[in-house]
């Protein structure tokens, strides 16, 4: 389980966002993924649109939250090449630009 791996809960992803320093306390920190057009973006910089397995999806970066590591399950695939992507719109969140 690592920042930036992707996971199927239920029928939703989300993305773990979590640093992999941080000692295991029960939870990670997530991100959920929406299918394009199903959610509006406010903000393109806050709401960046990833592909994902050829399939185009909004990170709703406002929406992330604490989730237990025993509903995450194994991870199904990788954004860590997304870096950049991701980190703007933590940035954005956090710093305001």
């Known amino acids: 389980m690592g920042r930036y791996d992707l996971h199927r809960v ?3 992803l989300v993305l773990d966002v979590q640093s992999n320093i941080i ?3 029960g939870t990670r920190l997530v991100i959920p993924l929406f299918e394009e057009g199903t959610v509006p973006r406010a903000m393109s910089r806050l709401h960046p649109v990833l592909d994902v397995g050829g399939r185009d999806y909004v990170l709703v970066t406002h929406l992330m939250a604490a989730m237990p590591i025993s509903q995450l399950g194994p991870a199904i695939g990788s954004l860590d090449h997304l870096h950049d992507t991701i980190r703007a ?4 969140i956090f710093l305001g630009f």
Not at 89 to 92: H, S, V, W, Y
């Open 23 to 25: 000692p295991r306390v």
């Open 10 to 12: 239920d029928n939703a």
């Open 89 to 92: 719109a933590l940035d954005m």
